[in-house]
């Protein structure tokens, strides 16, 4: 497999996000996924083969180290204008006022200066003239500044006060020259995405969602718009990229539990979330990735490692960013890492727990992510499996090594209420457990049509990180 090509089919996702982006009056796009699910990705690949059609200004709030609501507003307005620069959508003018153009507009604006210059070198009595010159100079700006005053309408006033207002909001200057160049933009939709939106303090995440609900422009004639739809500097379509449930959580802890979230987040959108999931297709791909990392392997290693991807990424307990970065790495050998600890009863149980260390970093951030998932996997679809992934936990789960062949033994696991009918055999020198996957019952003997995989997994690393110690201790 040639290094760094691993390619997962994103297809399916494309037609339900193009039916989502393309729909009618689809003009601000809330894009939740789970971090580490591929979403910047996903995003990058779908608009570069529509290139043709949309103008894309990617930007990563995440990069901002700014101390106020106002600053980041500012950040943002620098982020686009240096997107507009570097795609070379703000063109110099071509414009060229000669010294005839220019003189009579020159002499209009500092009449007053040059007459009061000239005025001072005429002489002792020139220089009087020019005291004089100020004198009534002062009091023409205050005639000026009345009769302004005498003539100034209501309607001057609000405007003046709202202008005033709105440069406390924003540098307006900065807008219109964003809106300006925008508008050169004819042939194609622009599209402005905000990624990793829940990853930034939770004030600027509110703030920046706050600065695109309000639609201040309409204010202005010159920046008014035939739609009522129009997004803040021009834009055809915002994408707010995010988890949905990450914003949800720390929109709670800002504003308290009984607090309207829906109320408020279902105007950052116009039809609805668009939720983006790819793991179904990730883990039809997963033999890819175990493929890649370098390893020895055996067929059936790669097999029971590939079910067991599958199994993580069906159920959203790992990501794809986890698997991306351990892509053609390489993965040390299990017998080296654990030689007093592997015997011929548990090889496959630990290269499968050392496997998932290996994946996500460390035993304590393995079994952190176990302690999150409760949910349970269905005993029809690992009956059916060729890895029989249960039965590879039993060895760290109980000790078998004095269990006699071929008689029915019971696990039993009161924390998870179930109960585990299995039998020992031997095949070669190596003793292997089979369970009974008919007879797996709770503790109060009712047969059980679920399993909790994933918290047996958690107490075999458990497990299995004591009797690494132990080990490591009969060593001196």
């Known amino acids: 497999m040639e290094e760094n090509k691993i390619l997962i089919t994103t297809q399916y996702v494309r037609e339900k996000f193009k039916e989502h982006i393309c729909a009618p009056n689809n003009y601000r796009l809330l ?18 083969i529509n290139k043709d059609k949309y103008e894309t200004f990617h930007l990563f709030p995440t990069n901002y180290a700014v101390s106020s609501n106002e600053d980041i507003v500012n950040l943002l307005q620098f982020d686009i204008l240096y997107e507009i620069i570097r795609k070379g959508f703000l063109e110099s003018s071509e414009k060229f006022f000669s010294n005839k153009d220019i003189i009579a507009p020159f002499l209009r604006n500092h009449a007053s200066g040059i007459i009061r210059d000239v005025v001072s ?34 309607s001057d006033k609000a405007r003046a006060a ?87 959580n720390i929109y709670h802890a800002k504003y308290g ?21 790819n793991n179904n297709q990730i883990a039809h791909e997963a033999h890819q990735f175990v493929q890649s990392i370098r390893s020895e392997y055996t067929e059936e290693d790669c097999g029971m490692l590939t079910a067991l991807t599958r199994m993580f990424l069906f159920h959203n307990v790992i990501r794809l960013r986890q698997l991306v970065e351990k892509s053609f790495a390489n993965w040390e050998s299990t017998e080296w890492k654990y030689p007093n600890l592997i015997s011929d009863i548990n090889y496959s149980s630990v290269r499968l727990i050392d496997y998932l260390i290996f994946i996500f970093g460390s035993k304590d951030d393995l079994i952190n992510t176990l302690k999150g998932h409760n949910e349970e996997v269905n005993i029809d679809v690992l009956k059916k499996s060729d890895y029989r992934l249960v039965d590879l936990l039993l060895p760290l789960l109980q000790d078998i090594r004095d269990l006699p062949l071929n008689a ?25 457990t089979i369970i009974d996957y008919d007879n797996i019952k709770d503790c109060k003997g009712n047969r059980r049509d679920t399993i909790p995989y994933f918290g047996l997994l958690r107490t075999a690393v458990e497990r299995f990180c004591e009797m690494n110690e132990a080990r490591k201790v009969l060593r001196y």
């Open 408 to 432: 029915q033994t019971e696990y039993r696991n009161n924390e998870l209420n179930t109960t585990i009918s299995f039998s020992c055999q031997k095949k070669y020198r190596d003793k292997y």
């Open 162 to 248: 709202f202008e005033k207002i709105l440069k406390e909001v924003e540098y307006r200057e900065y807008t219109e020259l964003i809106e300006l160049s925008l508008s050169n933009i004819e042939e194609k939709q622009k599209v402005l995405i905000v990624d990793d939106l829940d990853r930034i303090d939770p004030e600027h995440i509110f703030r920046l969602l706050n600065v695109f609900s309000a639609q201040l422009s309409d204010y202005f004639p010159a920046h008014a718009s035939a739609s009522q739809n129009e997004n803040r500097f021009g834009f055809d379509k915002v994408i707010f990229v995010c988890d949905i449930d990450n914003i949800r």
């Open 121 to 154: 070198h005429c002489s002792s009595i020139g220089k009087k003239l020019a005291d004089i010159y100020d004198h009534s100079q002062k009091w023409l700006d205050k005639f000026e500044s009345f009769k302004q005053q005498m003539n100034e309408t209501e």
């Open 31 to 48: 894009f939740s996924g789970k971090y580490g699910s591929g979403k910047t990705y996903f995003l990058q690949e779908y608009f570069d």
């Open 257 to 277: 539990e009984k607090t309207d979230f829906l109320g408020y987040i279902d105007k950052f959108y116009s039809i609805g979330p668009f939720y983006y999931d």
